[in-house]
């Protein structure tokens, strides 16, 4: 129980001092007599936070004092209080409680200090909001003492916004975001331990392996994983600091201007990981592998509805689709029962292949001649329970997600079409959609040829266009099905007056 | 083009067209009549190719394919099919593409009317969207600053504002987030784009997406009239003024390949609202009763007739000249004038009354024959490629807004290389080659050792506080390049020293030109950089101590001039500081401020209060009442710009048209009317009744005029006025400064673009971009004091003391204390002390 309460230099309140009875106190005055600063007073002793405007304006410190009688009714809270006042340390003698607080002010007003005692003993605010718990009840403007944990008074602000769940999806999102960080820097860590092992063993830096006459840097530059850095003028303009938006061809061809204006050559791993083997083993031997026109070995990446993914090297332009994709030591086939719907030879961006082309080898000029490419060597496998609206759906988003803004067809051009899918799925098609999205394409890539000609910068737009000219070409019906009944009758009639 | 340049012959749709080696096909195209439709596209930025709406059918040999002109320059041979059908479908398709989310509000857009959009909607793309989907939308509009707003939605991306701000501006606050169709153009959190240059994206945005907002909602592109003209700056930027029911309401910078290029500084862009103040002088004042009753010993300012305040003017003018002669009357001010204003009130004061007490600067700036008695430069000139410039003036950046966007682009993309001789850092200093920034008040000694003087080093191993190894590196860059025009900004870098040391810098830099001259090479010259609007004019004008119009000394006149004026004076007369002077002693009875104001802007405002108390008749001509005029006894309210014709000279003697389009508030009028209706009372017919009539007079008495005909002048780019008699006199001695005592730290003081001055005062949106007085240390003297960065503390010169905040700045060198000449709150001039070569202060903290 509370028995009296004094404040000193709190806010407008000089000195106050104030006496308690056994039962109801009633404390009553005039609108801005500072009845409220007595509140925060005895919010300050209860381990209120300690605000510079609570200092009275022309004092240095504020001080709250208090006497309480510990906590006799419930148990749990005798028990809390002992407890606490042993942690604690401070002495509870004759059943008597006194707490002062003083706020110091710092020069200039700006930040303030507190000093704490306890029946005499210093500690920290802490003990203050744990006591308080036990000590008072304060019912007024809201559930004051658990308003003063800012993480209860968010949850209170979140559940009466009804933001509950999306404070859940976001902390899961962030947790999922730190744990790819993780991820990630684990990776970087070995990476870089490895080019430190290679510094060492003078394999990369000064002198070669002894070599008087070649040195060699490597320097690891973190790119942040957005799929346009991939192209290689937007990944030079992210390496020097800047957003990583493609350069026109011409006049920026790396080999002529590249990195800082220098003539940059720009490989990427694979190319890279290819060198040690040539260089060990000649390129006779490398060029020796493969067909005539594709020689050496790639590297596929097999995914999709397959019952073995994975990455294969195989000898390049000798092996084909239908090798990679159903031989045990490849891909190992489709899932049981399941038949062979479509499959993206090379990439995202590559036009889709079908059940004729499985027996073109992976050969540059047979795949290019059958109108798509090998590209980056993701080989995606979709069996007969793809939906390919869906699939189409998701891979035009790619494209739109990952185009970097910088010109006008892709940035426009690709989010249209994803829009447009989008509504197709969402069963809001019109029957003119499919010949909207086709003329769309045809804008971002004039004639939808292969190799693509294309509006944009580079291609990333174009790579938009694939699929959905590969869908639409063999899978109309499953478009024009997703149209409405009435959209559909439409065509129909008009079909038949026509 | 000449016939000895090199052509590359290509052909557009079918039609051969002659370009030059590396220009751009769009460029080509529009110059041979095709005009390619664009939005990012912008001459005076690099290309980017980003909106794809110029892309054409370039054939170069392996067969058409779709390019956008922009970015392909011209080759031999090249065919160019901007009306193919795939052209057609690529720029139709281009154009959809960027109306998807533009929101089409033209009916309430700004820029209707006068939009490259919806223009170019009117010719390509299918006529109606076939965009069903929900359009991106935005909060809108979005404060980028104080005087931009920025609707996104209506942005479609050309990249033309975020380039301007980083390539043109070197200001990049505002740029590209995001990405994919959400990319949206914005500032970073927390950072405005405090930029002196923002105006200019509002007037090169395609669409509506940035708006001005002195100008929002103001009045419609086909309500608008409008004449080109030049903006009474130093620089003569070309503008084109426009008006609608007889007030101003935009200006837009015009491009003018000598002079500013299409750009403006957001101070000269917005400064029309102050010709609407309310505050405007509409009716002649004289002095009177509370009443209203002219009576020479009012108190008080009360209106009269122009029969009234003309008269009571002759007949004081009359009454001195004939009781202590006509050196008794003075004529400080009208640099702000046109030329023809400036040449009637030279002819009044010098031909008619016949005082040579004339002087348009306030003892604050060079005197005339620093300006005309040394080898003059252009602004093309200072930019030419592979050149040096050596910049002895205040931070073009502040003062001479559009000068200092030529200066970076020239540095930055053209090779020529920039020294610094200044005693602070300058909107220009990361980018300068060499950066000498001298204890002030010895740039002197500097300059001579920068030219390779002999001059030893200090035992502190520095010239003048410099190192003396940066001089002698600046010192060969300087020689190493001498075979390329060299142009020198001179000005006054500081107002907290005497004009004394950069006159003699300037000195010891045209003894290196003559040395050049007589080697044969493209030499030395200078580009003078002085304050006010039409400075130039005013010095070319006669509006100076020693000189007549047409750059010639008083002896030298020549006939024609004696012919028209009848007399001249004889011996020079006093300037600025030596009028107030006399003025104060009592020997001034009459005393004109042509639009001047000394106890504002003079370095010395103690002369100037017992300057003005004392003179029998101040008879001011001018557009606001100001400190000074309230003191007057007779006032003219005067014309301003766009309210009169005439024409306008710039720092490099380039002399353009201004038009009048609006007619002025009252009865105001023009300056040179004032001047010649004086004159006729006073017994004189000038003969002339329009600016050009005073213009061809003019050409016939001005003799490095004489070439400058109405028509020549009236070509795109004006002409420049050449040749002068007036020979330049550095000081004769060599100023002595004292050392720095170990306490105290030397004053420097220049102004800022928003100041307390009159336009930026009477234009709202302006006034508050003023920044408040702040003392700029450099960190290692400010770590010295020992406070935290905006605390005030006391500074106490040996004539003065104020109270002011302290901040930390590296661009001031150690040992010097930089303070704004002109903030509206503090005055550094309770500081300065305007006998002394240099002013130290010491700082105290409480």
């Known amino acids: 129980m509370l028995h009296w309460l004094r404040a000193q230099n709190v806010a407008l309140l000089t000195d106050v001092y104030l006496e308690f009875e056994a039962g109801l106190n009633v404390v009553t005055g005039e609108t801005g007599v500072g009845k409220s600063v007595l509140l925060e007073a005895l919010g300050l002793i209860l381990g209120g936070r300690g605000r510079t405007q609570l200092v009275g304006p022309a004092a240095d410190r504020a001080v709250v004092e208090a006497g309480f009688t510990p906590p006799e009714a419930e148990p749990s809270d005798r028990e809390r209080f002992r407890a606490l006042a042993q942690e604690a340390g401070f002495p509870v003698e004759d059943g008597d409680l006194m707490i002062r607080r003083e706020l110091r002010l710092a020069p200039g007003r700006r930040s303030i200090s507190n000093r704490i005692t306890v029946n005499g003993t210093a500690v920290p605010v802490a003990v203050l909001r744990a006591l308080g718990a036990v000590l008072a009840e304060i019912y007024s403007q809201g559930e004051y003492l658990a308003l003063l944990q800012p993480g209860a008074a968010r949850e209170t602000v979140d559940e009466a916004g009804g933001h509950a769940p999306l404070r859940r999806d976001v902390a899961a999102a962030f947790r999922a975001l730190r744990a790819r960080e993780a991820e990630r820097d684990a990776l970087q860590e070995r990476l870089a331990a490895a080019l430190n092992e290679a510094y060492e063993a003078g394999y990369v830096g000064a002198n070669v392996l002894g070599a008087a006459d070649f040195s060699v840097d490597i320097t690891l530059h973190w790119g942040a994983g957005a799929y346009i850095v991939g192209e290689e003028t937007a990944l030079i303009e992210s390496l020097e600091g800047n957003r990583g938006m493609p350069r026109l061809k011409p006049p920026y061809f790396p080999a002529s201007i590249g990195l800082y204006g220098k003539p940059t050559i720009v490989n990427n791993v694979e190319t890279l990981c290819n060198l040690p083997w040539i260089v060990s083993n000649g390129g006779a031997a490398f060029a020796a592998m493969g067909a005539e026109s594709s020689t050496g070995t790639r590297v596929f990446a097999v995914s999709g509805h397959i019952s073995a993914p994975g990455v294969f090297e195989v000898p390049f332009g000798t092996t084909t689709f239908r090798d990679i994709i159903f031989d045990p030591g490849y891909g190992g086939g489709l899932r049981p029962g399941r038949t062979l719907k479509t499959f993206i030879p090379g990439g995202a961006s590559a036009p889709w292949f079908f059940e004729e082309h499985l027996d073109l080898p992976l050969e540059k000029t047979a795949v290019d001649q059958a109108g798509s490419m090998l590209g980056s060597g993701a080989i995606v496998v979709m069996d007969d329970t793809t939906d390919v609206v869906k699939a189409c759906h998701n891979l035009v988003r790619f494209f739109a997600r990952e185009s970097c803004g910088k010109c006008t067809p892709c940035r426009e051009g690709t989010s249209w079409l994803e829009k447009i899918l989008s509504r197709i799925l969402a069963g809001q098609g019109r029957p003119q959609d499919l010949d909207l999205l086709m003329d769309v394409c045809d804008n971002i890539s004039p004639g939808i040829s292969w190799p693509p000609r294309q509006t944009t910068i580079c291609p990333l737009g174009p790579s938009a266009v694939s699929p959905i000219a590969s869908a639409i070409e063999r899978f109309r019906d499953e478009f024009e099905a997703y149209l409405p009944a009435t959209a559909v009758a439409v065509t129909t009639s008009s079909a038949v007056a026509s | ?846």
């Open chain 2, 1 to 846: 083009m000449s016939e000895q340049e090199a052509v590359v012959s290509i052909t557009v749709n079918g039609e051969e067209v002659q370009a030059a080696p590396g220009e751009l096909v769009i460029a080509a195209a529009e110059r041979s009549g095709v005009y390619i439709p664009r939005f990012c596209y912008h001459p005076r930025m690099s290309p980017v190719g980003m909106c794809r709406m110029c892309i054409v059918d370039i054939d170069t040999g392996r067969g058409p394919a779709l390019q956008p002109s922009c970015m392909v320059e011209v080759s031999e041979g090249m065919a160019v099919d901007t009306a193919s059908d795939r052209t057609r479908k690529a720029q139709d398709g281009v154009l959809e593409f960027l109306l998807l989310s533009h929101p089409l509000d033209c009916p309430i857009c700004d820029k209707g009317g006068e939009c490259p959009l919806q223009d170019q909607t009117m010719d390509y793309g299918p006529g109606e969207s076939r965009f069903v989907e929900e359009k991106r939308r935005f909060k809108k509009p979005i404060p980028v600053n104080d005087l931009v707003y920025l609707d996104r939605e209506r942005c479609i991306l050309c990249d033309r504002c975020t380039r301007f701000a980083d390539e043109v501006a070197g200001d990049p606050l505002i740029t590209f987030q995001d990405r994919g169709d959400h990319t949206q153009v914005n500032t970073f959190p927390g950072l405005p784009f405090s930029s002196y240059f923002s105006g200019n994206t509002v007037q090169i945005c395609p669409v509506g997406a940035l708006t001005a907002v002195p100008y929002r909602f103001k009045a419609r592109p086909w309500d608008l009239t409008e004449a080109e003209s030049t903006y009474p700056n130093p620089m003569g930027d070309r503008v084109v003024v426009q008006a609608s029911r007889d007030q101003v309401l935009r200006y837009q910078g015009v491009d003018s390949d000598a002079v500013n290029w299409g750009w403006l500084t957001d101070k000269d862009r917005f400064s029309f609202e102050a010709a609407a103040s309310e505050l405007r002088l509409r009716t002649p004042l004289v002095r009177g009763t509370p009443l209203g009753r002219p009576d020479a010993d009012g108190d008080e300012l009360v209106e009269a007739s122009w029969g009234q305040a003309l008269a009571m003017a002759a007949d004081a003018i009359r009454a001195a000249v004939d009781s202590k002669g006509p050196q008794s009357v003075a004529v400080l001010g009208g640099a702000r004038l046109a030329n023809e204003d400036q040449y009637a009130w030279a002819r009044l004061s010098k031909g008619v009354i016949g005082t040579d007490n004339v002087d348009a600067q306030l003892d604050d700036g060079l005197p005339a024959d620093a300006v005309l008695g040394l080898p003059r430069a252009t602004i093309n000139r200072a930019c030419t490629p592979g050149g040096t410039v050596v910049l002895l003036a205040p931070d073009p950046k502040e003062a001479h807004g559009t000068l200092y966007l030529r200066l970076r682009h020239a540095v930055v993309n053209d090779g020529v290389q920039l020294i610094e001789l200044t005693p602070r850092a300058s909107g220009l200093s990361h980018l300068a080659a060499h950066r000498l920034h001298h204890r002030p008040g010895e740039a002197a000694a500097v300059a001579t050792a920068l030219v390779g003087g002999d001059i030893e080093a200090g035992p502190d191993g520095r010239i003048g506080g410099v190192p003396a190894e940066a001089v002698a590196a600046a010192a060969a860059a300087l020689a190493g390049r001498a075979d390329q025009p060299i142009t020198v900004i001179l000005g006054r870098p500081s107002l907290a020293e005497s004009a004394d040391p950069t006159l003699e810098a300037a000195a010891e830099l045209a003894r290196f030109a003559k040395m050049l001259a007589a080697g044969g090479r493209p030499g030395l010259a200078f580009l003078p950089a002085l304050h006010r609007g039409n400075v130039f004019g005013a010095l070319d004008m006669g509006l100076a101590p020693g000189v007549l119009p047409g750059r010639v000394g008083l002896d030298g006149g020549g006939t024609a001039l004696a012919e028209v004026w009848g007399s001249v004076p004889a011996a020079p007369g006093a300037d600025a500081r030596g009028i107030l002077k006399a003025a104060a002693e009592g020997r001034i009875e009459i005393l004109f401020l042509l639009g001047a104001d000394p106890l504002g802007d003079a370095p010395n405002p103690v002369l100037a209060q017992e300057a003005l108390a004392r003179v029998g008749t101040i008879i001011a001509s001018d557009m606001f009442l100001n400190s000074s005029t309230a003191q007057a006894h007779i006032v003219f309210p005067a014309a301003g710009f766009a309210e009169r014709g005439g024409t306008h000279t710039n720092l490099e003697g380039r002399i353009t048209r201004q038009r009048q389009i609006v007619t002025p508030p009252g009865t105001a009028r023009a300056d040179w009317a004032i001047a010649t209706e004086l004159a006729r009372l006073l017994g004189a017919d000038f003969g002339f009744g329009s600016p050009e009539g005073i213009w061809e007079e003019i050409t016939r008495v001005a003799p490095s005029h004489r070439e400058l005909s109405a028509e020549a002048i009236a070509a795109a780019d004006g002409a420049v006025a050449t040749g002068s008699s007036i020979e330049f006199n550095p000081p004769a001695a060599s100023a002595r400064v004292p050392h720095v005592d170990a306490y105290s730290l030397r004053l420097v003081s220049a102004r800022r673009m928003f100041d307390r001055g009159t336009i930026v005062q009477h234009a709202p949106s302006l006034a508050g971009l003023a920044p408040k007085a702040v003392l700029a240390l450099n960190p290692y003297d400010f770590q010295r004091v020992g406070v935290d960065s905006g605390t005030p503390v006391q500074v106490v010169s040996h004539v003065g003391e104020m109270d002011v905040p302290v901040v930390a700045d590296a661009g001031v060198p150690r040992g010097a204390a930089a303070f704004g000449y002109n903030h509206p709150d503090l005055d550094v001039r309770e500081l300065i002390d305007p006998q002394a070569a240099v002013t130290d202060v010491r700082i105290q903290t409480r």
